[in-house]
């Protein structure tokens, strides 16, 4: 089963753009600058890194200014993905005052928050870079921002989850509780299922009882969550020597301190909601020159 690929929406990443300009600008505009500056003065700027880091955003900040001004000019220096230094110039931009202005607080909230996601991802991703295991994300994300936050992860070196509730059956401990049970939860979902083998099924345990219980039922992925690194790697061993297809998810409290001894355990992947819901920002600027 792997891991989920976003899917590029220019659309969806647009609107997104929109509504952030339209809270910020209102009606009226930017009337600090309507009313200091023409509608003819031109400027120059640059948008640089006050940190060290990983960038994510850059592919953003062409289509702010489109909407703006087409006519202002973005100079992108570094791509998503890059190392950032302290000073490092991400843009250059040249055009309107009032546009680039106007831009300028969404631009600088969009890249330094998902810079700060890219750059918390790869410290974990770098922990655990000595093992095959994958770091993945989870839907803990700033509501109508998923996208662009998960395409920061994988900026970051990590990989996506499940984008939403629609594209894969996820049964977590709600739903065992409410179900009775692991095996009928499974038993429900496969059933649900049918001949859809591309709707892949994963479930939650938490006891090596429930593990051996789901082994029964061949799911596609077993999410090991808040399990010790001794029962991981016994549920590692049993697939392993078993040769089940069937992947290995370990979830739960995972930090910087936790996540080499979880990876070394064997599993396949291990997801982490921290790096989007927790991620500071990566402080970045923007200088008119």
Known sequence: MGFFMITENENLIESIIKQALAEDLGESGDVTSLAIFSTEDQA???????????????????????????????DI??????????????????????????????????????????TSTSKLVKAISHTSTRLLDTRKTTPNLRILEKKAVVHG???????????????KDTHVKRSGGVGNALSEAIKFRGNNTDLKIEVEIQSLEE???ALSFMPDRIMLDNMNTVD????????RTQHKPIELEASGNITLETIRSVAETGVDFISSGTITHSAPALDIHL???
């Open 44 to 74: 120059s700027a640059i948008i640089k890194s006050k940190a060290s880091g990983i960038l994510s955003g850059a592919y953003l900040i062409p289509k702010i200014f489109n909407i703006l001004n087409p006519s202002v000019q973005c």
């Open 77 to 118: 220096k570094v791509k998503d993905g890059d190392v950032l230094e302290k000073g490092t110039v991400i843009c250059k931009l040249q055009g309107p005052v009032h546009a680039i202005l106007g831009g300028e607080r969404i631009t600088l909230n969009f890249l330094q928050r998902l810079s700060g996601i890219a």
């Open 157 to 171: 070196g990590g990989y996506n989850h499940r984008f939403g509730l629609f594209d894969m059956i996820l049964i």
């Open 211 to 213: 593990f051996l219980e």
């Open 232 to 239: 991981m790697t016994r549920c590692v061993h049993l697939v």
């Open 287 to 289: 200088l008119i020159t």
